[in-house]
T-cell receptor, first 115, second 114 residues
Framework: QQQVKQSPQSLIVQKGGISIINCAYE??????FPWYQQFPGKGPALLIA?????SEKKEGRFTISFNKSAKQFSLHIMDSQPGDSATYFC??????????????FGKGTLLTVNP | NAGVTQTPKFQVLKTGQSMTLQCAQD?????MYWYRQDPGMGLRLIYY???????DKGEVPNGYNVSRLNKREFSLRLESAAPSQTSVYFC?????????????FGEGSRLTVL
């Protein structure tokens, strides 16, 4: 049973365009939703994260939109650059009592930004 | 700042051989994790250790064992390697409580089982 569904599997965007990656989750107990960015040959690294008490969080060109009723969240990359080309993973976890951030990851989206 | 260090970075095994992947972190984190990454499958949790002295199964624990040697070190052992265990393995660590919940990953260990 896949608890976090991510789409699309791959995405090609022109430089300056908007990249949008979507995720849907099933477990309503999830209360922490991060996005990780992975470059080839490297481990994933936290990009941006959101908790369900807000509907949107923005950090520079990266924005998470969160829809609690639909159990969906998405990553928007504005003014996409070739350096943004990477694999992006959404994830979710339950941090009950503030302990144990055991994440469930989506299957990943390979983003290619053409110059 | 080394962060999370994994060894070896590459390994080729024959079916039935055993090996141990080593992981160490220098960030004083409580929790440590082992994930495997396969094409089209994302990152799947094998085992985790919420704190020193405890280990728990993740999503795909079969064929693996772990040891939390101390607060810094968390090893993953394959007792009898199978071709299905060909993968890239990532170790990660995080704080148990407080903080942002961020996982810090190593650079991965690429394992091929022939």
């Amino acid at each position: 049973q896949q608890q976090v569904k991510q789409s699309p599997q791959s995405l090609i965007v022109q430089k300056g365009g908007i990249s949008i990656i979507n995720c849907a989750y099933e477990n309503t107990a999830f209360d922490y939703f991060p996005w990780y960015q992975q470059f080839p040959g490297k481990g994933p690294a936290l990009l941006i994260a959101i908790r369900p008490d807000v509907s949107e969080k923005k950090e520079g060109r990266f924005t998470i939109s969160f829809n609690k009723s639909a159990k969906q969240f998405s990553l928007h990359i504005m003014d996409s650059q070739p350096g943004d080309s990477a694999t992006y993973f959404c994830a979710a976890s339950m941090s009950s009592g503030g302990s144990n951030y055991k994440l469930t990851f989506g299957k990943g989206t390979l983003l290619t930004v053409n110059p | 700042n080394a962060g999370v260090t994994q060894t070896p970075k590459f390994q080729v095994l024959k079916t039935g051989q055993s090996m141990t992947l080593q992981c160490a972190q220098d960030m004083n984190h409580n929790s440590m994790y082992w994930y495997r990454q396969d094409p089209g499958m994302g990152l799947r949790l094998i085992y985790y250790s919420a704190s020193e002295g405890t280990t728990d199964k993740g999503e795909v624990p079969n064929g693996y064992n772990v040891s939390r040697l101390n607060k810094r070190e968390f090893s993953l052992r394959l007792e009898s390697a199978a071709p299905s265990q060909t993968s890239v393995y990532f170790c990660a660590s995080s704080y148990l409580t407080g903080g942002t919940g961020e996982l810090f990953f190593g650079e991965g260990s690429r394992l091929t089982v022939l």
